[in-house]
């Protein structure tokens, strides 16, 4: 059986706001504890989201609300590893476990203060998104429009902080400016962690080949996004069919090592054409070896990629 792994998901949301307890099964939301076992899922990345309309000291309280939930309600549980550092990839799968991995979307919660990168790193973080769709103190998000700028110089010193700490960065959201101000100064490999293929779908969210390749040139790694506006412009194009379009224009510019699942979890309201939950990503193996791709290579972009990137890029310490 094929193992899945994903590198986004917002269902800490769920957790939070609405009750959802990961550990049983549920009858909302796109994925818990047990959907998760359902389909092989061996690694999934939690993402803290704080709207960053409310400012930073809003955005400071909920990221730090949030990463104690994550604590308490999914690390906690027997069945989930904290992936910290790489061997705790290896640990996960040798016991059959979830690896879970935490990140952050949107930096709004820095405002002008380093320090803050040591703090969330010391708490478990271990990938950040630089931006989510506006402005912050590091750069401009993709939806500022096209007179975005790229990264100030906090921002700078932000990115480069991060590479220090072993937080891996993280592109999705950031404007083109910033995303090649990233490109120039990053010494290891960054990621887009829910983004498609722009040649594919012209969304602002999606990368445009040079960028696709010049993330393959650091090594990175591009998760593939189930939004339907990320994956087509009509509604009936908006399936898991034409996700794997992306996937084989992206291995077509960069080869399959670059791609990995990026879904977006409960980070959207509407799934593509077919699909209800997470359950319903079992689909693209056989839609992927379809449209040519080898076993290896099914396994390697549902998989192997994210797990090998994570075991590379995390470094061995731990908190």
């Known amino acids: 059986m094929v193992k899945f792994a994903d590198f ?9 706001s609405r009750g959802l307890d990961f550990a049983a099964g549920n009858n909302f939301g796109h994925l818990d504890l047990p959907r998760l076992k359902e389909i092989n899922c061996v690694f999934q990345c939690f993402a803290v989201f704080c709207d960053p309309k409310f400012g930073q000291e809003a955005a400071l309280r909920r990221a730090l609300r949030l990463l104690n939930v994550a604590k308490e309600k999914i690390f906690s549980l027997p069945d989930v590893v904290w992936v910290k550092s790489g061997a705790d990839i290896d640990a996960a799968l040798q016991q059959g476990k979830l690896a879970g991995l935490l ?3 949107g930096a709004d919660f820095l405002g002008d203060d380093l320090f803050l990168l040591d703090l969330v790193y010391s708490l478990g973080v271990r990938l950040i998104t630089l931006t989510w769709n506006g402005r912050n103190t590091i750069a401009d998000g993709i939806m500022v429009g096209d007179n975005a700028g790229g990264l100030t110089a906090f921002g700078v010193r932000a990115v480069r902080k991060m590479q220090e700490l072993n937080i891996i960065v993280d592109v999705s959201h950031l404007a083109e400016r910033g995303f090649w101000d990233v490109s120039k100064i990053a010494v290891k490999p960054f990621v887009a962690s829910h983004s498609n293929a722009w040649e594919i779908c012209p969304h602002p969210r999606n990368l445009k080949d040079d960028q696709i390749r010049e993330i393959a040139r650091h090594k990175g790694l591009i998760g593939m996004n189930l939004c339907p506006s990320f994956v087509a412009e009509s ?19 960069a080869g399959p090592e670059v791609i990995c699942l990026g879904c977006d979890w409960d980070g959207i309201t509407r799934l593509p054409e077919g699909m209800n939950d997470v359950r319903d990503i079992l689909e693209i193996a056989d839609i992927l070896a379809r449209a040519g791709f080898s076993a290896k290579e099914i396994g390697a972009i549902c998989s192997d990629n994210l797990l090998n990137f994570l075991r590379e890029n995390l470094g061995q310490d731990a908190i």
Not at 8 to 16: E, G, K, P, Q
Not at 235 to 253: F, P
């Open 8 to 16: 986004h998901c917002d269902t800490l949301l769920n957790i939070h």
């Open 235 to 253: 509604r009936k194009d908006q399936t898991l069919t034409t996700l794997v379009k992306h996937i084989s224009h992206i291995a077509s510019v």
């Open 103 to 105: 990140s952050i979307e």
